[in-house]
């Protein structure tokens, strides 16, 4: 009986490591494409080729710059906490991993529907602040301090406008499961009625994930030339935390096509009877709209000075975020249409 027992329970520890992968693995490689994408978009709104050379139209660029870091020689500063300088980069990592573990790529396809599941995101979301922050403390150097310090206040900031826009959307649907906010944008997608709070949404998960114009920790003429939070960080560590960036931006941009673009949901224009699921390549392809927003504002916008970041948050955004609060509500009630 215990025998039968302990293989039932390691067949289904395999099981579970196939389901992980299966979204691990593409997630990776959706972010090793997303650097060349970005580096291809930067080239064509500057009018030049970008990367070329690597595979055929560079395709293979991201597996080259990878193998070229993997390389690297790691230099540890004499003087640094050695376990937190490598836990820091690992943490930043797995956190931004562990927010796909909740997102439905299709009916059915989700690895975990927890009724929760925005709650999850967010608490997930916070916890990324601790990554940046102990990188720059571990280093023991004032430039990467000082850049975490200033990467952490933003995404603090920012994460209250955050909060607020998706608690909207809470309060419009009454419910904190992905799947259900999705089923609920059948008849309408959210970012026609709610296209203000879909405005200060994106400014916050730009400034989130430390984008332009929000990448003041790597203000290069304030920090001589440094990278931020990360300056002391080489080879692998480093590209544990700039895979961790870059799988945020696609995280975000896949949690706002479920907010305001429905997730996979998509008017039926033809009747689907081939095994593809045509679900995720909807869902994969409304990400790839918010991806291309990230590339955009980089290529197009200048970098905010630092009391102009904390002021637009503070000053501007919150009693925006503060007033909708309010008013949708409002709305719901007096029309007698909230959901709950």
């Known amino acids: 009986m215990n025998k039968s027992n302990l293989i039932e329970n390691l067949v289904g520890l395999i099981f579970n490591l196939a389901d992980v992968l299966s979204i691990i693995l593409p997630v990776l490689l959706s972010v090793a494409f997303m650097t060349i994408i970005e580096r291809k978009q930067l080239a064509a709104h500057q009018r030049r080729v970008g990367p070329n050379t690597v595979g055929y139209y560079g395709i293979l660029q991201p597996f080259a710059d990878a193998l070229k870091l993997i390389l690297k020689e790691t230099v540890i500063p004499s003087q640094s906490n050695k376990v937190i300088f490598y836990l820091a980069p690992v943490s930043t990592l797995v956190f931004s991993l562990l927010g796909w573990a909740v997102i439905p790529f299709g009916q059915g396809l989700v690895l975990s529907d927890l009724s929760l599941g925005i709650l999850y995101t967010l608490a997930l979301s916070s916890l990324g602040v601790y990554g940046v922050l102990l990188a720059g403390w571990s280093a023991n150097s004032k430039y990467a301090f000082l850049g975490s310090l200033r990467s952490t206040a933003a995404m603090i900031s920012y994460e209250l ?7 909207i959307i809470i309060l419009l649907t009454g419910s904190l499961n992905y799947i259900e ?5 059948q008849s309408i997608y959210f970012i ?11 400014i916050s998960i730009l400034a989130e994930t430390s984008r332009t114009p929000f990448d003041l920790q790597e203000a290069k003429p304030d920090l001589q030339k440094i990278a931020g939070f990360f300056t002391e960080h080489s080879s692998v560590p480093f590209v544990f935390f700039f895979l961790g960036e ?20 998509f008017n039926e224009i033809f009747i689907n009877e081939s095994i593809f699921n045509l679900q995720a390549i909807i869902l994969g392809l409304k990400t790839c709209i918010f ?3 990230f590339v955009w504002f980089r290529a197009t916008l200048p970098r905010l000075r630092y009391d102009q970041l904390i002021s637009l948050c503070w000053l501007n955004l919150l009693p925006v975020a503060v007033a909708f609060i309010i008013l949708i509500p409002s709305i719901l009630i007096t029309f007698d249409i909230s959901p709950y």
Request: glycine share 4%; charged share 0%.
């Open 161 to 167: 406008i955050l909060s607020s826009a998706i608690l």
């Open 181 to 185: 906010i999705i089923e609920i944008q």
């Open 192 to 202: 026609v009625p709610l296209l203000p709070v879909f405005i200060f949404y994106f």
């Open 246 to 265: 870059y799988s945020s931006i696609v995280l975000f941009s896949c949690i706002t096509a479920i907010f305001f673009l429905g997730g996979y949901n």
């Open 291 to 293: 991806t291309f927003f």
